[in-house]
């Protein structure tokens, strides 16, 4: 697939909506994300899929340019994720976005990354997308100290309700 200049404005879009520190540089973070399709495989993650399609043409804006993407990267369904929580606790969907990082154990991966941390990525996020994380959330976006249910069955909605739920922010 050839990529075109809208490919990567949108790209580098994606990673504006992302509240990295200061003197960071997760470049390297962003394009394994951004490279990596996001698949769901339980019931009504297909909405955090839409979310994550809906950016496309909010970034388009009306423009008559094309993307060549196909399916849903990791990046935009974290950042489409991050938006839900702004909207349902409040804030920064920026900050949002950093938090689901750290919940990942991404943050200390900054640029440039060596073989072994690409891999460590790739495992996080193929266990986030195959639902291999732990039962209470941990390793996944929302971990829990009190987990209900176990977490990797139910639909990442229900996941941040949870998650929202116990921060006591509701």
């Not at 997760?26 to 909405?47: A, G, I, K, Q």
Request: glycine fraction near 6%; proline fraction near 4%.
């Amino acid at each position: 697939m050839t990529l075109t200049r809208t490919d990567y404005e949108y790209y580098e879009w994606l990673v504006s909506q992302i509240n990295v520190p200061p003197n960071k540089s997760c470049y390297d973070l962003f394009e394994r994300m951004h490279n990596v399709e996001f698949v769901w495989t339980v019931p009504n993650d297909d909405n955090r899929v839409q979310d994550g399609l809906d950016l496309r043409p909010e970034y388009l804006n009306g423009r008559k340019s094309q993307l060549s993407l196909t399916g849903v990267t990791f990046l935009e369904v974290l950042v489409g994720v991050s938006r839900r929580l702004a909207f349902i606790a409040g804030g920064d969907s920026r900050q949002w976005a950093w938090r689901l990082i750290k919940n990942l154990k991404l943050n200390k991966m900054s640029d440039p990354l060596n073989e072994n941390q690409k891999d460590r990525v790739d495992e996080i996020l193929f266990s986030v997308i195959w639902r291999t994380y732990d039962p209470s959330g941990r390793g996944g976006f929302f971990p829990l100290k009190h987990a209900a249910e176990d977490q990797t069955r139910i639909e990442i909605w229900y996941q941040l309700n949870a998650y929202v739920n116990e921060m006591g922010i509701f």
